[in-house]
């Protein structure tokens, strides 16, 4: 990766709010490099040859057929499942493949998985409370004094996700699309520059699935965020730019209205009733 585009010169960013956090050296404009990556299962190829960028606060849509290698691709990336070949740099200087899944984390890398995990019997407030507290002790940061600013952080998050006026609520009594919103909130509160988020719109109700799109339209440019998902229509009220994925490669790439007339695409969606 430093090889093809060349040395570090210019801004390196220190992350807001976590000193302990590595650098991340945004010089060439990528935040994220996945190249030449293959991961194999007992022979079969889940990841083959794959290559993509993402941009500092793009907002970036992975799609494709059942078995494409979108989560495997997210597993690489967060250092769940660790490639045969290839690199991922997080950044010029941040070599994935190197850290284990905490460090990524702490590096600056939030996933939300397809189902909710909150702490049911807390308070929305609580739960971002709890989120902050990284790698603190959650007894202590739960019995321990809020700094205003932290207390200004956790107002901010409850405005972005829009749960302001559920913030004494019970988490368990949430609906389906809160939890994931306030689920969304917990990862902010570590502030993240690449959010990955996996289908964040299934089971949700129209207007639930509008308001995502909106939330995760608002944290575009301050966030890097890529976006998994299968609801075209979702899809298509977000992105930008589309990876199309398909055996384990990039097979398609550009505007929704790019990829969707495109005939591979068009090819491999024949008879997927999903898109
Ligand atoms: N741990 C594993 N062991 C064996 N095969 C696996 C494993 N994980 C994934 N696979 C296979 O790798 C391929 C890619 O799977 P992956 O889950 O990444 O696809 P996907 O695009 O996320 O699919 P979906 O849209 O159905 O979630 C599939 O054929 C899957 O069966």
């Given at each position: 990766?430093?090889?093809?585009?060349?040395?570090?010169?210019?801004?390196?960013?220190?992350?807001?709010?976590?000193?302990?956090?590595?650098?991340?050296?945004?010089?060439?404009?990528?935040?994220?490099?996945?190249?030449?990556?293959?991961?194999?299962?007992?022979?079969?190829?889940?990841?083959?040859?794959?290559?993509?960028?993402?941009?500092?606060?793009?907002?970036?849509?992975?799609?494709?057929?059942?078995?494409?290698?979108?989560?495997?691709?997210?597993?690489?990336?967060?250092?769940?499942?660790?490639?045969?070949?290839?690199?991922?740099?997080?950044?010029?200087?941040?070599?994935?493949?190197?850290?284990?899944?905490?460090?990524?984390?702490?590096?600056?890398?939030?996933?939300?998985?397809?189902?909710?995990?909150?702490?049911?019997?807390?308070?929305?407030?609580?739960?971002?409370?709890?989120?902050?507290?990284?790698?603190?002790?959650?007894?202590?940061?739960?019995?321990?004094?809020?700094?205003?600013?932290?207390?200004?952080?956790?107002?901010?998050?409850?405005?972005?996700?829009?749960?302001?006026?559920?913030?004494?609520?019970?988490?368990?009594?949430?609906?389906?699309?809160?939890?994931?919103?306030?689920?969304?909130?917990?990862?902010?509160?570590?502030?993240?520059?690449?959010?990955?988020?996996?289908?964040?719109?299934?089971?949700?109700?129209?207007?639930?699935?509008?308001?995502?799109?909106?939330?995760?339209?608002?944290?575009?440019?301050?966030?890097?965020?890529?976006?998994?998902?299968?609801?075209?229509?979702?899809?298509r009220?977000?992105a930008r730019t589309v990876?199309?994925?398909?055996?384990?490669?990039?097979?398609?790439e550009g505007t929704i209205d790019e990829v969707q007339n495109?005939?591979?695409?068009?090819?491999?969606?024949?008879?997927?009733?999903?898109?």
């Amino acid at each position: 990766m430093a090889g093809r585009f060349g040395g570090a010169f210019g801004r390196v960013l220190q992350r807001r709010g976590s000193s302990s956090a590595p650098s991340l050296d945004l010089t060439h404009n990528i935040i994220l490099y996945v190249e030449g990556v293959t991961v194999s299962f007992d022979g079969f190829r889940a990841l083959n040859d794959l290559s993509l960028y993402v941009a500092p606060g793009e907002l970036r849509c992975i799609i494709g057929p059942n078995g494409a290698g979108k989560t495997t691709m997210m597993d690489v990336i967060t250092g769940k499942t660790r490639p045969d070949t290839g690199s991922v740099w997080f950044g010029q200087t941040l070599d994935l493949l190197t850290l284990g899944e905490p460090e990524i984390a702490q590096a600056g890398i939030g996933r939300k998985f397809q189902k909710p995990t909150v702490f049911s019997e807390h308070s929305v407030f609580e739960n971002l409370e709890l989120a902050m507290a990284g790698d603190k002790s959650v007894w202590k940061m739960l019995f321990a004094r809020l700094t205003p600013e932290q207390l200004t952080r956790i107002d901010e998050v409850l405005e972005t996700i829009g749960l302001k006026d559920h913030r004494s609520a019970r988490a368990g009594s949430l609906s389906h699309g809160q939890k994931q919103w306030l689920e969304i909130g917990m990862l902010l509160m570590q502030d993240p520059a690449l959010l990955l988020v996996d289908e964040p719109v299934a089971g949700m109700t129209p207007q639930e699935t509008e308001r995502t799109a909106e939330l995760l339209t608002s944290l575009a440019g301050k966030h890097s965020v890529v976006v998994v998902e299968h609801d075209m229509n979702f899809v298509r009220s977000i992105a930008r730019t589309v990876t199309v994925l398909h055996q384990g490669s990039v097979l398609a790439e550009g505007t929704i209205d790019e990829v969707q007339n495109d005939p591979k695409v068009i090819e491999v969606y024949l008879g997927e009733p999903r898109c």
